[in-house]
């Protein structure tokens, strides 16, 4: 992102981390999901959202840049 910020996906640890430029320690901002892709919207809006691929599930979630708001199901997923 704008502040140097790297995203790590780590599909068999089933997480993505997030390092703050300079820090020593990265820290697990989503968990739990068999992630194959994300991608960050643009700086240019308000508020920036985290797109995170789950390739067991067959759906994409967006998040909040920093990992919370739940994961709102964007499109796909297994269904009932």
Same mark, same amino acid.
């Given at each position: ?25 990265? !820290?697990?901002? %989503?968990?739990?999901?068999?992630? @194959? *892709? ?18 067991? !599930?067959?759906? %994409?979630?967006?998040?909040?840049? @920093? *990992? ?13």
């Amino acid at each position: 992102d704008q502040e140097g910020t790297l995203f790590i996906t780590e599909y068999t640890n089933k997480r993505v981390s997030r390092w703050k430029k300079g820090a020593r320690n990265g !820290e697990i901002i %989503v968990s739990n999901m068999y992630v @194959n *892709g994300i991608a960050l919207s643009s700086s240019q809006e308000k508020d920036q959202y985290l797109f995170v691929g789950d390739w067991y !599930e067959a759906r %994409v979630l967006k998040f909040n840049k @920093n *990992g919370t708001g739940g994961g709102q199901l964007v499109i796909g997923g297994k269904g009932p």
